[in-house]
């Protein structure tokens, strides 16, 4: 195709495409949000069954072959903070004893299910079973607070962790370790049996796993576009959106689609060097580490993109996004069997993009061309803050970036303090703009 062909297609692809492709991602993941708490207000209602999971090897798959509807509970957790009603939350969980340290996440979901599941988005059924790994030990906790208050069985899934961080197992290894974790799922299957009071039915199994393939090929694609200059989202404020509906609609034909839009839009705006930033340009690319201050959510974003720094990649779209991130698809010829391999290399690289991401994070400082790394450690999550600071050195010995270290919280605005972010984020921007021409005079 001539250039003069290709950019007469591109303009009309333009502007006969560019109003619905643009934003459609932000637009439609909200509706699917809030559609997702539509369902589970009307699940509440009627008195049906859900399972409560976590981010970090949630089995959805299996739970929806039983038709079970599935709440998050550290997703409604962090939305009671961007919807800035979290105080009270936390408030009513302290009164009865819980200490300012506990995880956030927990203690307004605890004050959740003392007001009946009430929540800003909705009404939260209560859970029939609940079912985790020990991706976190605050969930084996979580877990026990939700069997003493409904009397309903917990399911652990024991996943055993990478030996050496990043490197895979030996075929020995791996044979062994995923047949343990498919003999505990085996065993799930029979309790989600009983709980539920139906049969498994392994090929409605297959037509799960099928869609989630399809969303992690979506996925993994969108962590290669935003490789592109300049980045067409922000992997903090918008990868929020999109793990949002990962982790939700994970497995549904609905959540499938989604991401081929999503991936069609990224892809049409990389082609025509449409950047994340609604205003100005990207003059900064970073690398986010942690889990965003959701209390005051837009501002922090703010306090970043007001001077054109962009979030290229995050570790939270790693870590919270159920291995999607994995080069790995489900076979779906052996599907039990695939699912236990998926968990257990999806929780392992959960647990290792937390707590040994040095190394990943300088072949991501290489891929994306990011110039500078910011920390985000967080008082009421020890999981994803341990640490940081020592990756913050082995990271500035490999890469010679600068790198930003400020710490507040995910849910807690006591611990929040606007002013002292903005004084730290805008010394970090003045570093990496005379940085930046210090270089270019040298050059
Ligand atoms: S401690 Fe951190 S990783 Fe664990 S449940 Fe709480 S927020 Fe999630």
Redesign the pocket.
Known sequence: MSTTRAAQEIESDATTKTPELLGRGAREGGALFRGWFDELTATSDSGGQAAYV?V?GSLVELLRSFELPVVFP?INSLQTAVRRVSDGYLSRAEDDGFSPDV????KADYALQLQGGEHPMGRIPPPSIAVFTN?????LK?AEIWERMYDIPIVAIDVPGTRTPYVRFTPGDFTRDRRYVEGQLRELIDTLSEVTGRPFDIDRLREVLRRTNEMGRAWRRLLELNRARPAAYDAMLHGTIYLGVANALRGTEAGARYFADLVEEMEYKTAHGIGALADGDEAHRLIFLG?PCYPIFRRFYELFSEWGGVFVGSTYMWFASGGLDVDFEYDLSRPVESLAEGLLLGVQRAVDA?LFHDEPLVAAIDRYEADGVVYHPIK?????STGLADSRKRVLDQRDVLCLYIESD?MDKRVVSEAQLKNRIDAFFEGLASRKLRMAETA
Do not use: H
């Open positions: 976590f970090m550290e995880c956030g996440y927990v991706a976190c030990n605050t969930y979580w889990v937390m009421s999550c020890r999981t994803v995910m």
